[in-house]
Nanobody
Framework: QVQLVESGGGLVQAGGSLRLSCAASGRTFSSYATGWFRQAPGKEREFVAVVNWGGSSRSYADSVKGRFTISRDNAKNTVYLQMNSLKPEDTAVYYC??????????????WGQGTQVTVSS
C-alpha cells in the first residue's frame, strides 16, 4: 500500500514560483509512475505532469510545458513539482498520484489529499 502526502502549496503572485512535494510511504512506491493532477472549482480534474518510476521519462500537459518540472528522488520517496512563471489559471488543488505512466487519472490507484495553490493577478 502506498500513502501520499502533498505539501508546498500556498498563495503566490503571478510570475512567481512554488515547489510542491509529494512524500510517499510504502516500499513499493519506487515501482510506480507518479503524476500530478489539479482541479479548479467547477472543473474536472486535469493532468499536469507524470514521471516514470526511474525518473528517466517525463510528460507534461501543454498548458504547463516549459514552466513546470517534475522530478523524483526515490531514496527520499518524494516527487517534486517545480512551478515557475505561475499564472492565475494555475490556481487549483494539486494532487499527486501513483500508478501507471499515463495522463489519465483512471490509471492511478493511490492519491494524496491535495494541496491548494492560489495565484493572484
Amino acid at each position: 500500500q502506498v500513502q501520499l502526502v502533498e505539501s508546498g502549496g500556498g498563495l503566490v503572485q503571478a510570475g512567481g514560483s512554488l515547489r510542491l512535494s509529494c512524500a510517499a510511504s510504502g516500499r513499493t512506491f519506487s515501482s510506480y509512475a507518479t503524476g500530478w493532477f489539479r482541479q479548479a472549482p467547477g472543473k474536472e480534474r486535469e493532468f499536469v505532469a507524470v514521471v516514470n518510476w526511474g525518473g528517466s521519462s517525463r510528460s507534461y500537459a501543454d498548458s504547463v510545458k516549459g514552466r513546470f518540472t517534475i522530478s523524483r528522488d526515490n531514496a527520499k520517496n518524494t516527487v517534486y513539482l517545480q512551478m515557475n512563471s505561475l499564472k492565475p489559471e494555475d490556481t487549483a488543488v494539486y494532487y499527486c498520484a501513483a500508478g501507471a505512466y499515463s495522463s489519465s487519472y483512471y490509471e492511478y490507484n493511490h492519491w494524496g489529499q491535495g494541496t491548494q495553490v492560489t495565484v493572484s493577478s
